[in-house]
T-cell receptor
Framework: AQSVTQPDIHITVSEGASLELRCNYSYGATPYLFWYVQSPGQGLQLLLK??????LVQGIKGFEAEFKRSQSSFNLRKPSVHWSDAAEYFC?????????????FGKGTKLTVNP | EAQVTQNPRYLITVTGKKLTVTCSQNMNHEYMSWYRQDPGLGLRQIYY???????DKGDVPEGYKVSRKEKRNFPLILESPSPNQTSLYFC??????????????FGPGTRLTVL
């Protein structure tokens, strides 16, 4: 079954530093992949998504992600982190099974930004 | 304003007392879903609905019921809540099926405590 793994539970970076959050997926065909962000006390907001085509995807808030089929990865990046980026980030994949569709989330990576 | 609303936002109840968490969207979305979020487990899907009168189980449906009598509403029912259902619940909707390039819009969440 399709699934995603986020290897890092918690990451701390300094403001202005670059950021890369890892996501590995398990799926035979081309997956539908998403990154969501959850700010403290808030719901989830879509950062970006990948379905096909260009493997480098641009999202909101200056984020981008690169789909690498050879590595089964869809890592999220940002060149310079701002304090307001402190949040929890979730990678997700659409799982199809017997005609039904579900969005399956990774367990999340919590990002702390030091001043 | 396009949005997904949930009520109540916070609820403390006792074991066995039936409760309903309402979810409503004003975007004419076909697909709606309920998730629960627990520390270290990420978001897990409880139930989803691909359209009116069409519902199906997610990954953790035990102890929950849903109904979809109208397109805009998708209430989550706990007939006999137990402490292990203490969690943060999110309702989400998308225009059509997830695989059709659709973003899920999330409600603000309902924090439920069952004593």
């Amino acid at each position: 079954a399709q699934s995603v793994t986020q290897p890092d539970i918690h990451i701390t970076v300094s403001e202005g530093a670059s950021l890369e959050l890892r996501c590995n997926y398990s799926y035979g065909a081309t997956p539908y992949l998403f990154w969501y962000v959850q700010s403290p006390g808030q719901g989830l907001q879509l950062l970006l998504k990948y379905f096909s085509g260009d493997t480098l995807v641009q999202g909101i808030k200056g984020f981008e992600a690169e789909f690498k089929r050879s590595q089964s990865s869809f890592n999220l990046r940002k060149p310079s982190v701002h304090w307001s980026d402190a949040a929890e980030y979730f990678c997700a994949v659409v799982r199809t099974q017997g005609g039904s569709e579900k969005l399956v989330f990774g367990k999340g990576t919590k990002l702390t930004v030091n001043p | 304003e396009a949005q997904v609303t949930q009520n109540p936002r916070y609820l403390i109840t006792v074991t066995g007392k039936k409760l309903t968490v309402t979810c409503s969207q004003n975007m004419n979305h076909e697909y709606m879903s309920w998730y629960r979020q627990d520390p270290g487990l990420g978001l897990r899907q409880i139930y989803y609905s691909m359209n009116v009168e069409v519902t199906d189980k997610g990954d953790v449906p035990e102890g929950y019921k849903v109904s979809r009598k109208e397109k805009r509403n998708f209430p989550l029912i706990l007939e006999s809540p137990s402490p292990n259902q203490t969690s943060l619940y999110f309702c989400a909707s998308s225009l059509k099926r997830l695989a059709y390039y659709n973003e899920q819009f999330f409600g603000p969440g309902t924090r439920l405590t069952v004593l």
